[in-house]
């Protein structure tokens, strides 16, 4: 049997429920396929700063280095957003992204059939679309310096952060991006904001420059604000996507949202070297935290991109996306992607119905 | 007879030809109303680099400044893409609203009821939607310095831009968006990256403080990611809209693809003091460009906020208006918001279409 090493980040709100889900999950699939899963439990976010007074205490970083991936659930809350920015759940999060180097994030935002109807979006206009959002993580306006609040000689305050981007950094954020798309569409659209930007302007020319070493694959570019009208008024033309943190911060979010359904889409993200992290694109959800109304099926689909990405074992990592489609086939749903005719169920009874697949 | 000196800058593509209808509306108008346009045309964008060399001669910002408004068409094309970014046509765009000190842009993203089939979105989703973004549009990243692409000690290059705003700039902004939206719903929401970005929370802090003044005005704030996706989810919680210059970039396109027919959307940019400046949303479309296929409405309806915002001329404003509602009803189409039953029509006839109601 194969051993892995997973430390588990349930950190706040709806978070330790969903996790509790995939880890069943993993457990199932672990008998199943002979792998042996060891899980460490650490803490994250609020859950970590009501503990520890910090987002990421020592501890948990160590944990995670050790480790050969990190399943990560949500972070944040009402309850912690009065802080000062460096002692906010966030702030773990940023600071777990940049301590295991994590430069690439994989955010897919795929249609679902039995989920089609969920979309805001006309269906014509959304079936089929399956977009790969390749965001860069631990750069630009996220990271760059100077960064804070100054007070000019004349008693003003001004807010200030940098958007900065090295040529290694774009290099080596392209190359994921094209390697990602050759293994999909063939199709790489970077987005960037070139005609106003400086940064973007290198960027433009770093992703055009490695395009030589990749010409199977189709480049476009377009500016973000075009990109953020593109995704709405027809979405099935993008296959991958490239862009800076910021950006892809913004495009990944209305990508996942074209779906309907933001409760079922899994992130990736990667390093170097060094273990991944892999989590949900839905946040904490503090509202309902605790009452067993959560969807897990994005942090499933987050342990199914883990087997995958990370620990190598793609006929695991099927078997558990073929099971979310077949719960979703005999008509299980939870509370955010019910409609008319399914059969509504809570966060565990979800993991039930999973689990006996 | 109320008299007015307006600047006409028709700039590239589709400019002059959807400028020409505009200025015809504006006559039958002014006739109509006792109102006496002087216009005047001057060069931007690529039309004034073929001709002078630069994207804003000198002589065209003296034009605009001693107007009473500035009626602007579009920008931009392939044929000078390839130039350094201060002597391509955007220079000579951002250094009018520099310029002019336009630091308010009003971009309204409505949905007219004859039209509401040309949206990605179910009609349910974006029936009665009526949003307007306010954004800032003299500050942030767009102008931050320092800025370019420097080159470090090892040899790489790095691209830098800074997204700064001061106490100021944030109080002046935040001031247009609460007045605008008393005159509108009520709502205001303020879109930021408090979580973050350090500029981000100097912002929200000074929206907070300024709402004290606004105590009718209900004031929410959103993350920049947040609202990019709930945009797509239920863009009717919106009423009025105030961003910074890069997400309101991002933001105002997003809103205004939820229409569907981006043709028809106009913006005003506002000083403190001084002309503004009145032009669609879309941009100057190169490959349809002198084919008479242009619909020239958004053009139309720029310059109806011109008659409202600047000229104060709310009777006229609303007769342009009208007008073009009217020419939908009676079923004139261009190609962009083409059905079918529709009449078919280029934007000449558009043009006589709207003088002939
Ligand atoms: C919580 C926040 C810091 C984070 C980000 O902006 O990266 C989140 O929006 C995300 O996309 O993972
Ligand atoms: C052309 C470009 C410089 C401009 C901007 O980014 O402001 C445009 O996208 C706009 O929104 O008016």
Redesign the interface.
């Known amino acids: 049997t194969d051993n892995y090493r997973i430390t588990l980040l349930p950190g706040d709100g709806i978070g330790p429920e969903i996790m509790a889900v995939a880890v069943d999950v993993l457990k199932v699939v672990g008998k199943r396929f002979g792998i042996n899963f060891e899980f460490q439990t650490a803490l994250i976010g609020g859950a970590a700063i009501d503990e520890t007074g910090e987002p990421l205490p020592v501890a948990t970083l160590d944990a995670c280095r050790n480790s050969d991936a990190v399943l990560l659930a949500a972070i944040?809350g009402y309850k912690w957003d009065s802080l000062p920015?460096n002692l906010?759940p966030?702030a773990g999060l940023?600071g777990l992204r940049a301590g295991l180097e994590l430069f690439a994030n994989l955010r897919p935002a795929k249609i679902l059939p039995q989920l089609i109807d969920a979309s805001?979006?006309?269906r014509e206009?959304v079936e089929g679309v399956d977009i790969m959002v390749v965001r860069e993580l631990t750069g630009g306006?996220?990271f760059?310096k100077?960064?804070?609040?100054f007070t000019?000689e004349t008693g003003?305050?001004?807010?200030?952060?940098?958007?900065?981007?090295?040529?290694?950094e774009i290099e080596r954020i392209g190359r994921v991006a094209f390697e990602t798309s050759k293994k999909r569409g063939g199709k790489l659209c970077s987005v960037d904001?070139?005609?106003?930007?400086?940064?973007?302007?290198?960027?433009r020319e770093g992703i055009t420059k490695l395009s030589a070493e990749y010409p199977d694959i189709e480049l476009s570019h377009l500016y973000?604000?075009?990109a953020?009208?593109q995704?709405?008024?027809?979405p099935k033309q993008f296959d991958t996507i490239v862009t800076g943190n910021?950006f892809g911060?913004?495009?990944?979010?209305?990508a996942?949202?074209?779906t309907?359904s933001?409760g079922m889409l899994p992130s990736a993200s990667l390093g170097a070297s060094g273990p991944g992290v892999f989590e949900p694109v839905h946040g904490s959800a503090p509202d309902i935290a605790g009452q067993d109304k959560a969807n897990p099926l994005a942090q499933v689909l987050s342990a199914a991109m883990m087997l995958r990405y990370a620990l190598n074992q793609p006929t695991a990592a099927d078997a558990v996306e073929d099971a979310v489609l077949e719960v979703l086939q005999q008509g299980y749903r939870t509370g955010d992607i019910m409609s008319t005719g399914m059969k509504l169920v809570g966060c565990r009874a979800m993991g039930d119905a999973l689990i006996h697949i």
């Open positions: 944040g920015s906010r966030e940023l805001t979006l006309k206009v306006i996220y760059g100077p960064k804070g609040i000019s003003e305050k001004r807010g200030v952060n940098t958007m900065v981007y090295s040529e290694s904001k070139a005609n106003v930007l400086d940064v973007s302007q290198l960027w973000v604000d075009n953020a009208m995704l709405v008024r027809s910021l911060d913004i495009l990944s979010d209305a996942a949202m074209l309907g933001i």
